[in-house]
């Protein structure tokens, strides 16, 4: 879904065509996040191109947000009263950062959101089982969230468990949080993965808007 990835361009825009004409999503529609696995959320209200941000947060029934993934975790949230949603991408980076939770912030302060209203769907990206890190990661997230291997002094991050406390610790409920049950890295038939494939690889594409 990506032209950036050395697919050719012919393929890209075909398989966007399909995907979107499915949804009933006119291309021309989309805000796409230029995502460099930082903190930067941004309030848009027209399509396009929003450089430098991996958040994006709209009111506008006529955007829709997108953004690309291959290993790192795609975030839907959307209100249930409120014409307000928000996509993100979160690798660990952002996690690190909080990128989650400062865009639920911002919906609850600058939307007028209440926080028990909000909605988000979690994945695909890396399973713990799959999301191995370097003892560096002690020092950045909490103990809960890191599992040792026994025997080999590996160490795997529970990336999908994070995110999820990120948003309860916002208010948000916990029956209103759904992690999807993929993993990028092991369901190799249905997804790329950054890790899997060593860096050659495609984007998969996830959106979200709001019908007028």
């Known amino acids: 879904m990506s032209i950036s990835r050395g697919d050719l361009p012919l393929n890209v825009n075909q398989n966007r065509r399909l995907f979107l004409?499915?949804?009933?999503?006119?291309?021309?529609?989309?805000?796409q996040a230029v995502q460099i696995s930082r903190d930067c959320v941004r309030q848009v209200e027209t399509t396009g191109e929003y450089p430098d941000c991996d958040a994006m947060i709209t009111s506008s029934t006529k955007v829709y947000l997108s953004i690309l993934t291959a290993d790192c975790t795609p975030i839907l949230i959307?209100?249930?009263?409120?014409p307000v949603i928000a996509a993100v991408h979160s690798g660990w980076?952002?996690?690190?950062?909080?990128l989650l939770g400062k865009t639920i912030?911002?919906?609850?302060?600058?939307?007028?959101?209440?926080?028990?209203?909000l909605n988000l769907v979690i994945g695909p990206g890396l399973s713990r089982e799959y999301f191995e890190v370097g003892p560096e990661f002690r020092t950045k997230f909490p103990p809960a969230y890191l599992k040792g291997h026994q025997g080999s002094g590996k160490?795997?991050?529970?990336?999908?468990a994070y995110l999820r406390e990120s948003a309860i610790r916002q208010g948000v409920p916990g029956h209103k949080i759904e992690i999807l049950d993929y993993c990028s890295y092991r369901d190799e038939d249905l997804f790329f993965s950054h890790r899997r494939d060593r860096g050659i690889t495609g984007r998969m594409i996830s959106v979200i808007g709001m019908s007028e």
């Not at 959307?78 to 409120?82: F, K, L, R």
């Not at 912030?105 to 209203?117: A, E, P, R």
């Open 21 to 31: 004409d499915a949804l009933g999503v006119p291309e021309s529609g989309l805000a």
């Open 155 to 160: 160490i795997f991050f529970d990336h999908n």
């Open 105 to 117: 912030k911002m919906m609850i302060t600058d939307y007028h959101v209440k926080s028990d209203s």
């Open 78 to 82: 959307w209100a249930d009263h409120n």
């Open 93 to 98: 980076q952002g996690s690190e950062l909080d």
